[in-house]
């Protein structure tokens, strides 16, 4: 095809001046990467295979897999099977880019899948990670169960103090690893200020030696923060949560510089953590389109609730980053803001209940969930989050049970610590069902 391509209307637009509220709406709706310019939602596609003209256009497919070079900006893909690459994937992974201001992005099944697909593109064996003391349980699995097999050593810090990092820095680290906020109990940490410490590293390695920053934006979401613009190489989300929105389907994407895109097209082909079309589909239709109005009411709720646990006579402490008592408060306000500007600390609370010690806060952890779980119309008793409804889990009995209660303080969870992943229900009734869940204990 080399004629034509002027008949699209996306030619006829200059979309640039438009808010990225709208750019969500609409997206690169007509889409070089398919030609399907007289529908207005995007087709799901169902085939996992694509008819090949010629050997020579099979062989061209092939010779154009993850060899951006060859690729010219406009020029069509030559689609062979859908774990290389197909449609939908290419769709929702344009929009990801452009939502994170980064180069390019690459879906995976799941935020796992995503997350060990660029930390397998970054390091090798002999390697070391360094990591905050607080992630995502499954993330911390994947770096202390799996990685010491492949002598990759993970070794975890608290990065809320940048200069934790020096000591820890050595010939062999690659990568710097967290989550901001990190789940579950909402660490905040200065992207920027590690940025600093790693240019400063970079400064004497060579380009196989350099040390990349890789942040999780899940629990912020695009709508709240942009880590690329604030000094990460990479953003990995799991669009199980907010961008997806609804709670029906897994993906997980990688955002970062171009450079890194075929390394990470070849991973997803040869591991085979490929997103499925309907799901891609799916994030593209439904979840991005919505996902500001979705995160600005969370967060509207997420701020009233906040300000009532912390006033309240059962609670220890409350941890959202939008409450000026929070530790790193004035990091949060400085890194995390929405597509216009303002302030936006997010959905999710982390608060701890109050008792004589661990084994008392721990159990009033217990009762109070599982009163929620029966008695709370607004309150489900689940993992995940950003979904329409408001989910409520408490680690120290949940994700993090293995853990014995004199070691959850290591890992930066409280025996008590409650994490509310805020809905979209009206706030009175959140605060209603939460008044009446405290006062069991
Ligand atoms: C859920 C989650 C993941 C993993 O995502 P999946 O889609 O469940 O694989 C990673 N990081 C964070 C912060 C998460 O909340």
Request: charged letters at 25%; glycine letters at 8%.
């Amino acid at each position: 095809m080399s004629d034509q391509e002027t008949k699209k209307p996306e030619s006829k637009v200059d979309d640039s001046a438009y808010s990225m509220e709208t750019h969500l709406i609409y997206g690169k709706n007509v889409s070089k990467k398919w030609d399907y310019s007289h529908h207005v939602v995007p087709p799901v596609s169902n085939s996992v295979i694509f008819r090949l003209d010629s050997v020579e256009r099979g062989a061209e497919g092939f010779a154009d897999f993850a060899n951006m070079e060859s690729l010219q900006e406009d020029s069509q893909p030559i689609y062979i099977y859908d774990r290389l690459g197909e449609p939908n994937k290419d769709l929702l992974e344009e929009n990801l880019a452009y939502v994170e201001k980064g180069e390019m992005a690459v879906t995976f099944a799941t935020g796992m899948g995503a997350i060990s697909g660029i930390l397998c593109v970054l390091t090798k064996t002999g390697n070391e990670i360094i990591s905050h003391k607080t992630l995502y349980g499954c993330t911390l699995s994947l770096l202390n169960n799996w990685y010491p097999r492949y002598n990759i050593k993970n070794v975890q810090t608290d990065l809320k103090n940048a200069d934790n990092i020096d000591l820890l820095v050595n010939d062999n680290t690659r990568v710097i690893y967290f989550e901001t906020p990190s789940n579950p109990n909402l660490d905040i940490i200065d992207i920027t200020a590690i940025r600093k410490k790693v240019d400063e590293f970079n400064k004497v390695r060579p380009e196989e030696k350099r040390v990349y920053i890789v942040v999780d934006n899940t629990f912020a979401t695009p709508y709240c923060q942009r880590p690329l613009e604030l000094g990460a190489d990479f953003v990995v989300h799991s669009l199980t949560k907010g961008i997806g929105g609804f709670g029906t389907d897994m993906g997980g994407v990688v955002i970062g510089p171009k450079r890194f895109q075929d390394m990470l097209l070849i991973v997803r082909k040869d591991f085979g953590a490929v997103l499925n079309t309907k799901s891609a589909w799916t994030i593209l239709t439904y979840g991005l389109p919505t996902l500001h109005l979705r995160i600005s009411r969370q967060m509207e709720n997420a701020k009233k609730i906040a300000e009532y646990l912390s006033g309240h006579s059962k609670v220890e402490f409350v941890n959202y980053p939008g409450l000026p008592s929070t530790e790193n408060y004035e990091i949060a306000k400085r890194q995390m803001s929405d597509f216009n500007g303002n302030f936006a600390p997010g959905s999710l609370i982390y608060f701890a209940l109050k008792g004589e010690n661990i084994v008392e806060t721990r159990e009033h952890g217990r009762l109070l969930m599982n009163y929620a779980a029966k008695n709370a119309y607004t309150m489900t008793l689940a993992v995940s989050l950003g979904h329409t409804r408001t989910l409520i889990e408490h680690p120290a009995s949940m994700t993090h049970s293995l853990i014995p209660a004199e070691k959850l303080l290591d890992y930066g969870i409280d025996p008590g610590g409650i994490r509310i992943a805020v809905g979209l229900e009206n706030i009175d009734d959140l605060l209603f069902d939460l008044e009446k869940c405290l006062q069991i204990i």
